[in-house]
């Protein structure tokens, strides 16, 4: 759901689904591959316009991806991130989503994920207008 709402940039919602993965996923501290709950906690942030909690958040599942061994995951957040920082348009910091981008893009190369590079090529592109 939370995936669903940060595609089309929607905010229906948000504050129960902030709750209950706070309560259900993050408080027990469940992992599962594919998915980490404070990912999604970073995307419903930048939603709302808690761009510096979203900063935190997406830090936080670095962290945790990374322990994990979650390369895919990982650079994925990293692109998420760079998107949050291009929604923000003016307020968002150009810089910081080049570096994301960059970060994401060699590991979409090595590990084979050609759609996500396309994405990371075409966020790029956005970047240069």
């Known amino acids: 759901m939370i995936e669903a709402l940060w595609i089309f ?8 689904l902030e ?5 259900k996923t993050l408080a027990p501290d469940f992992r599962h591959p594919h998915v980490d709950p404070r990912l999604a906690l970073a995307r419903l942030c930048a939603l709302t316009g808690r761009f510096d909690e979203a900063r935190e958040w997406f830090e936080k599942a670095r962290r945790v991806l990374e322990e994990q061994g979650a ?3 990982r650079a994925i957040t990293d692109f998420h991130e760079a998107l949050t920082e291009v929604r923000r348009g003016g307020a968002g910091d150009r810089q910081r989503a080049l570096t ?3 970060a994401a893009r ?4 090595s590990i084979g994920m050609p759609g ?3 994405r990371a090529e075409e966020l790029r592109q ?4």
């Open 100 to 102: 994301l981008l960059d």
């Open 106 to 109: 060699g590991p979409f190369e």
């Open 9 to 16: 940039e929607r905010r229906d919602h948000t504050e129960v």
């Open 116 to 118: 996500w590079l396309r």
């Open 19 to 23: 709750q209950n993965s706070g309560k």
């Open 126 to 129: 956005q970047l240069a207008r």
């Open 71 to 73: 390369r895919p995951r």
